[in-house]
């Protein structure tokens, strides 16, 4: 997700992060608690392939009609988080309804209702798959520690997930998406430990 800082005042109304409002706010950092509070609604569209200039110009003016917003990217995921749950549904209709969902790597396809609703059971069954494998292996340990590694020295987000994805090729060179896999394992572990997975890392606290 794109990086911002935190609006830290107590009992305040669902509002704009700070660094979004204020340049000064630099000593603060966000995480992704900090944006599920703040942005607590959210839909995802799978975008492994891009959108056409034309599809994004229709994006970013449906998101303005929509209201405020907060958009990020991880593992060929697009989240769109909103305010309020009636722009995060009807964004997730305007996605089905234009073909923004994009199931193969670098394809401009835009997927059908059917198609999508299949890639998502898909992949649920793959994600347990994924950490099952990690587990049995050792690797889920070893992609999520080296990923934080990455993030502690100041690295970016996309090129620690690289970087974790370089780590399964090496070590198992028969798998056929390592940089897939490594996402998978690293959202878990930002999910399910969130203390614990950002504790060292520099810079803003999440994917």
Known sequence: MVGSTVHDVVNAPPTRLLRDQDATSRSYYVTS?????????????????????????????????????????FNGLATIRFLEP????????????????RLRAGSHHGATREEVAMEWERREAEREEILAWGRTTGMLREVVQHYRFERSTGTWSRTAHLSAGRLIEKTHPTISDPVNR?????????????AW?????RGDHHL
């Open 33 to 73: 608690t900090d944006i599920e509070r703040v942005y607590p609604h959210a839909t995802q569209v799978i975008q492994r392939g891009h959108w056409l200039a034309y599809e994004q110009a229709g994006v970013n003016a449906t998101l303005r009609r929509l209201g405020e917003h907060r958009l990020g990217r």
């Open 86 to 101: 009636g722009p995060a549904a009807l964004f997730a209709e305007h996605a089905l309804a234009h073909g923004l969902h």
């Open 182 to 194: 490594a996402g998978v394992m690293i959202v878990w572990a930002e999910k399910e430990h969130r």
């Open 197 to 201: 997975f950002w504790n060292g890392c």
